[in-house]
């Protein structure tokens, strides 16, 4: 029987467990930046007091000629109210959330919309996803969600709120078009009677007309007269 007779490995000391009194390493620290980026928004959300921007406004400054920095700030605005209400976007610096959503405030979506797209697809179906737990890249699932609702040349479809506001539109319109249908029947209906009133009511006096009116006695002596008449004719002919 051969046996092995090649050098046992040695086994691999552990390390020496730190001495008395003294600190195990520290954990590794996220970079500055990402720490930085968290500070900046908790502070931000932390005086929070009231909306930073208005859920279903446009995301654009309110004042005519507005310059490049007033863009950047109320977008910035937008972000942290964003974040405000998705917590898993508060693993994504603000300026990513903004450039992620940048297309689409420009297409005029509000912040209410892009909420509404963290939840619901196009097609009006929730995800069964709670949006909450479990998202490993907070970053490609927000430009997942809202890449569902871009279309193929990149870009946004038209918004949720202006979905809502089209369809209650076309109801309106096809009510208005309906009531208008039903009073032009009735229309029709009502002039029909009236034409039909006044046909029979012409024919009734056209019959009064025609017959003789005049008073009894005068017609039966008119009837007598005319049959002596008609007597004395035939005895002429005899």
Do not use: C, K
Request: aromatic share 6%.
């Amino acid at each position: 029987m051969e046996t092995d007779t090649g050098p046992v490995p040695r086994e691999e000391a552990a390390p020496p467990p730190p001495a008395r009194g003294e600190r195990p390493p520290p954990a590794p620290r996220p970079s500055a930046g990402a720490a930085a980026q968290r500070r900046e928004v908790q502070a931000a959300l932390g005086r929070r007091t009231a909306p930073l921007w208005p859920a279903h406004a446009a995301v654009r400054p309110t004042t005519a000629g507005a310059t490049r920095q007033d863009w950047r700030r109320v977008y910035r605005l937008a972000g942290w109210e964003l974040q405000h209400h998705a917590l898993v976007l508060r693993g994504i610096t603000t300026a990513y959330v903004v450039a992620v959503a940048e297309a689409h405030f420009e297409a005029e979506w509000s912040i209410a919309n892009v909420l509404h797209a963290l939840d619901w697809t196009p097609e009006g179906v929730r995800y069964a996803h709670d949006a909450v737990t479990g998202i490993e890249n907070p970053g490609a699932w927000f430009a997942a969600r809202l890449r569902a609702w871009t279309h193929q040349d990149g870009t946004p479809m038209r918004s949720p709120g202006r979905r809502q506001m089209a369809e209650v539109e076309q109801r309106r319109a096809e009510a208005v078009a309906a009531a208008r249908r039903h009073a032009a029947r009735s229309t029709q209906q009502q002039t029909a009677g009236v034409e039909a009133g006044a046909a029979g009511a012409t024919g009734h006096s056209q019959g009064e007309t025609d017959r003789d009116r005049r008073p009894f006695r005068v017609r039966w002596a008119d009837q007598i007269a005319a049959g002596r008449a008609e007597a004395s004719r035939v005895a002429e002919d005899r």
